[in-house]
């Protein structure tokens, strides 16, 4: 008998029929006599649905009204869901993120969870009530609502576990796990059994979003116990851990995120603190910059360029070209029509010859490379936008055809 957390994403909740398939999931563990703790998030595509709505009334809303409206979504699920257990009997009480007690920083739309108070959540789970709360949302200091960020509601979840101490953090999806890469754009791509955290937030992070990367973050730190599987089927999912079986493969993933931007500046005086310039300029309006490329200097100019979240292209342009003359810039280019393609893989780290065979792949496929970055597990490209889906393909083939000879 133990407390487990359960998170239903917005696939697993998008109509009547999937909430009683899920009422089921929830009923059946309960019934086992553990106590459990639900997050949902937003019924199918409510969240963007909502974003469009906002968009029809004002093109450029305050971020506090937009998590106002977006935290409607979750309101929604949880309420009926609830609605649901009740039917088939079962004690239950939905609570909203303020009220499970989530404070969160105050930056509307990212805002980080800064602690839950539990007191709710623990009385309820005395009183024998299954209790659903609502994802990606919580209160800031000013008692107005704050999100969490696109995907937020698997890291409520985990916040949930961690505070909690429960035994198991199940994420259930619209997949039955982690994959070698997006099932849904690589045909052959294999279920993962385990993965460790730490594979799983680089590939989390470089755009595989069946986990929020904030969620596996706080699963390593706080070490929960952390299970992906399917809503739709009852089968054994992934396991996210500290340390997995020895095994045979070079990668773990394969993983595509479309959220980029290339900037360069080009004919820069080749001359010291220029880097220095440019980059503490983009850090003082907290822009993140991701892959960095300077040229070798050559007539006493060099280039720069990076890449950044494509939602920050535009500040970052106008940031930059108020310090045009301070910089000593020819000219400021930008394309959107990128994407960043990545491998990870603890295995890389002893085994030479890994990144040859990403660029071998890409060049079979006759895919141009414009930037590389590396770390230790993992090794990006950035590449033309159309060539996304062929390339992360062509990287799969080539490293999981190895591992069956
Ligand atoms: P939910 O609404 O349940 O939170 P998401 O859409 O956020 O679901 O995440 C599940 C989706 O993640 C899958 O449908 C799949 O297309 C995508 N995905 C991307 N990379 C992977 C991967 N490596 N393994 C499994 N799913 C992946
Ligand atoms: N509903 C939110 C979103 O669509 C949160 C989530 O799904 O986790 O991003
Ligand atoms: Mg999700």
Redesign the pocket.
Known sequence: MGLIVQ??????VKDAERIFNVAGIITETYKQGHSVVVVV?AQGDTTDDLIEKAHEINPNPSKREMDMLLSTGEQISISLLAMAIEKLGYPVISLTGWQAGFITHSNYGSARIRRIESERLKSELDKKNIVIVAGFQGINRYDDITTLGR?G??TSAVAIASQLQADLCQ?????D?????????VKG?V?LDEITYDEMLE?ASL??????NRSVEMAKKYNVNLE?LS?LERKPG?TVKEVVKMEKMLIK????DEDVARIAIIGLPDTPGIAYKIFSTLAQKKINVDIILQSIGRHNTKDISFTVPRADKETAISLLEEKYELFGAEKIESCDNVVKVSIVGAGMQSNPGVAAKMFEALFEANINIQMISTSEIKISVLIDRKDANVAVNAIHDAFYQTIEK
Not at 7 to 12: D, L, Q, T, W
Not at 171 to 175: A, E, G, M, R, S
Not at 207 to 212: D, I, S
Not at 253 to 256: I, M, N
């Open positions: 998170k239903f994403g917005g696939s697993s998030s995907g509601s698997d994420i259930y999806t619209d997949v796990g982690v994959y070698t890469a997006d099932p849904r754009i791509a279920k590939l755009g595989a979003n069946v986990l929020h992906v809503s992934t993933g394969v993983a595509k």
